[in-house]
């Protein structure tokens, strides 16, 4: 598996920018393998936008931005036809989404109409503008993020939206150590906020990102590996914590997510403790707690984990 052991690199590189946020990076590596995209939730100031830049960075792929606000419309996202010369007709103008890894900075903040053509895209991999289909491109990888405490303006994406992102990943603040150290790095000179203090350099070529995510297809489940992924996401339909547990669609993400987490680990082989794992981040936004213990403060992340621990183990 050529390159696989640069994925160690890339891990270094972004944890030596970001720090104390060794699970995040990790999580979202697998996002990307996966051919997946990420939801990144977490307070302001945690680093979510500095995270993909310096990621995307590393990887050696394409990077745009888009701010969502109230007033973002979906040609903002997609592109526009403009009439540039009346004899030719309209010219299609390329929008953000054309790029390899894109972020999508607080997504709720966008209303349902302009969220609805960016997923579109995710699910499709391509847009249409005037009746005309523009494919994007095969590394194209949405990292979204979201603020969890603040709702005032926002348009909460529905569960059929939250569906199509292949991990929810949890950005917490970081420990201590952590934090001095962040210190220490802007004592130093660092500033997340100017650019050109970022030096991150490219460890693969766009076409190596696309043999990673070929790897992916070569690691190998074993069938009681299968059984357990699929018992896992049948559990959560027979829990009486969850009003709402993972569809089909849930049971293949965990599969591909669990697929991803063995190659980072650099195994062709996928096992339990990878299912484990990567479970959380695959299920936590499928899921729909009961009202009594969304009421008793419980989480999606409390259920699984007790649910985790119930489910048979394969030996």
Request: no cysteine; net charge negative; hydrophobic share 45%.
């Given at each position: 598996?050529?390159?696989?052991?640069?994925?160690?690199?890339?891990?270094a590189?972004?944890s030596?920018v970001?720090l104390?946020q060794e699970r995040?990076i990790?999580?979202m590596l697998?996002?990307?393998?996966a051919?997946?995209?990420?939801l990144l939730?977490?307070?302001?100031?945690?680093?979510?936008t500095?995270?993909?830049?310096?990621?995307?960075a590393?990887?050696g792929?394409r990077?745009s931005?888009?701010?969502?606000?109230?007033?973002l419309?979906?040609?903002?996202?997609?592109?526009?036809?403009?009439?540039v010369?009346p004899?030719?007709?309209?010219?299609f103008r390329?929008?953000?989404v054309?790029t390899d890894?894109l972020?999508g900075?607080?997504?709720n903040r966008?209303?349902p109409?302009?969220?609805?053509a960016l997923?579109?895209?995710?699910?499709?991999?391509q847009?249409?503008?005037?009746g005309v289909?523009?494919?994007l491109?095969d590394?194209?990888?949405v990292f979204?993020t979201?603020?969890p405490?603040?709702?005032?303006?926002t348009?909460?994406?529905?569960?059929?939206q939250l569906?199509r992102?292949?991990l929810?990943?949890?950005?917490?603040?970081?420990?201590?150590?952590a934090e001095?150290?962040?210190?220490d790095s802007?004592?130093?000179?660092?500033?997340?906020?100017?650019g050109?203090l970022l030096?991150?350099d490219p460890?693969?070529?766009?076409?190596?990102a696309?043999?990673?995510r070929?790897?992916?297809?070569e690691?190998?489940?074993a069938?009681d590996?299968?059984?357990y992924i699929?018992?896992?996401?049948?559990?959560?339909r027979?829990?009486?914590?969850i009003?709402?547990?993972?569809?089909?669609?849930?049971t293949v993400a965990l599969f591909?997510?669990?697929?991803?987490?063995?190659?980072?680990?650099?195994r062709?082989?996928?096992t339990p403790d990878d299912?484990?794992?990567i479970?959380?981040?695959?299920?936590?936004?499928?899921l729909?707690?009961?009202?009594e213990?969304?009421?008793?403060g419980r989480?999606?992340?409390d259920?699984?984990?007790?649910?985790?621990s119930?489910?048979p183990?394969p030996?």
């Open positions: 598996m050529p390159g696989i052991s640069r994925l160690d690199t890339v891990r590189s972004v030596g970001v104390g995040v990790d999580q697998v996002a990307f393998l051919r997946g995209h990420a939730e977490g307070v302001p100031g945690t680093a979510k500095l995270l993909v830049r310096v990621l995307s590393a990887l792929i990077y931005r888009i701010q969502f606000t109230p007033d419309m979906p040609s903002d996202v997609t592109g526009v036809g403009i009439l010369d004899t030719r007709g309209f010219e390329a929008g953000p054309f890894l972020l900075d607080e997504i966008a209303p109409k302009t969220q609805a997923l579109e895209a995710m699910a499709e991999r847009v249409t503008a005037d289909t523009h494919g491109s590394l194209f990888t979204a979201q603020n405490v603040e709702h005032e303006g348009f909460p994406l529905p569960e059929a569906d992102f292949l929810k990943i949890d950005v917490p603040y970081p420990a201590a150590e001095l150290r962040i210190l802007y004592a130093a000179g660092f500033d997340a906020e100017r050109a030096h991150v460890l693969f070529t766009a076409a190596e696309r043999g990673l070929s790897a992916v297809d690691v190998t489940v069938s590996v299968r059984d699929a018992r896992v996401v049948r559990s959560t027979d829990d009486p914590a009003s709402l547990g993972g569809s089909p669609r849930a591909r997510a669990s697929r991803a987490a063995a190659l980072l680990e650099k062709n082989y996928v299912v484990k794992t479970a959380p981040a695959v299920l936590r936004h499928r729909m707690i009961a009202p213990l969304q009421v008793e989480t999606a992340d259920v699984l984990g007790s649910l985790l119930r489910v183990v030996k």
